[in-house]
Each structure stands twice: as structure tokens, then as C-alpha cells.
């Protein structure tokens, strides 16, 4: 089981988007039911942005929202939300390129197969 440590050690590099996707899968998973964590990247995020007038400006409109209402509760949640959207849609594109494989790899078979009872046959 990871501890909370090791998960807030993750902070940074997931608010850069420098996870890698199975860390980031652990990190949105355990932060959507760890309290104290959340708290933590909550903190990170005001003292990023509500000190920072220059980071705000490069971040996208959807999130200069919840800075602008001083909802950082608000703006954790979000980026969680779309962080799970993300390595969803990743897997998901993965699933499908291993299915694409697997199919290619059956017609080579296939092929295989048919050539050598046309040969021997
Ligand atoms: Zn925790």
C-alpha cells in the first residue's frame, strides 16, 4: 500500500503533467479518497497560483475560474477529474492498439497457414 508521503512527493510533478500514467492513475486514485493529501495539493495550488500572477496567465480558461473565485478545493477536483478522464482515454487508446496488433498478428497467421496448404497440399 503507498503512504501518503511518497504521494505527496508527487505533487509537483503531477501539477507539471511529468507523472508517468501509472503514477498518475495512483496519484488521482488515492487523492480522491485521501483527505490530508488533497489538503496538501490544495495548498500547493494556492501558493503556486493565488501568489503568482504569471502562472495564472498560462493556464487554461476553465481553471483561471476557480482561481479567480479563490476555489482551490474547486480547482483540485477539476484537475482530478480531468486527469482520470485523460489516462482513461489513454488506456483506452492502448486497449486499441493492442486489439489492431493482435489482429494483424491473426491475418499474418492466417496467411501463414493458407500458404503452406497451397504449397503442400
Ligand atoms: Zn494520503
Same mark, same amino acid.
Given at each position: 500500500?503507498?503512504?501518503?508521503?511518497?504521494?505527496?512527493?508527487? !505533487?509537483?510533478? @503531477?501539477?507539471?503533467?511529468?507523472?508517468? /500514467?501509472?503514477?498518475?492513475?495512483? @496519484?488521482?486514485?488515492?487523492?480522491?479518497?485521501?483527505?490530508?493529501?488533497?489538503?496538501?495539493? $490544495?495548498?500547493?495550488?494556492?501558493?503556486?497560483?493565488?501568489?503568482? $500572477?504569471?502562472?495564472? *496567465?498560462?493556464?487554461?480558461?476553465?481553471?483561471?475560474?476557480?482561481?479567480?473565485?479563490?476555489?482551490?478545493?474547486?480547482?483540485?477536483?477539476? *484537475?482530478?477529474?480531468?486527469?482520470?478522464?485523460?489516462?482513461?482515454? !489513454?488506456?483506452?487508446?492502448?486497449?486499441?492498439?493492442?486489439?489492431? /496488433?493482435?489482429?494483424?498478428?491473426?491475418?499474418?497467421?492466417?496467411?501463414? /497457414?493458407? /500458404?503452406?496448404?497451397?504449397?503442400? @497440399?
Amino acid at each position: 500500500m503507498i503512504d501518503c508521503k511518497q504521494i505527496q512527493k508527487m !505533487i509537483v510533478p @503531477f501539477a507539471k503533467g511529468e507523472l508517468t /500514467l501509472k503514477s498518475e492513475e495512483m @496519484f488521482v486514485k488515492h487523492l480522491m479518497n485521501c483527505h490530508d493529501c488533497r489538503e496538501e495539493f $490544495e495548498i500547493y495550488y494556492i501558493v503556486e497560483y493565488g501568489l503568482n $500572477e504569471r502562472e495564472i *496567465k498560462g493556464l487554461p480558461g476553465k481553471y483561471k475560474r476557480f482561481i479567480k473565485d479563490y476555489d482551490f478545493s474547486g480547482l483540485v477536483e477539476e *484537475k482530478l477529474k480531468d486527469s482520470e478522464i485523460k489516462t482513461a482515454n !489513454i488506456r483506452r487508446a492502448e486497449h486499441f492498439m493492442r486489439m489492431c /496488433l493482435l489482429f494483424v498478428n491473426i491475418c499474418m497467421v492466417l496467411t501463414f /497457414l493458407v /500458404l503452406m496448404i497451397i504449397l503442400y @497440399f
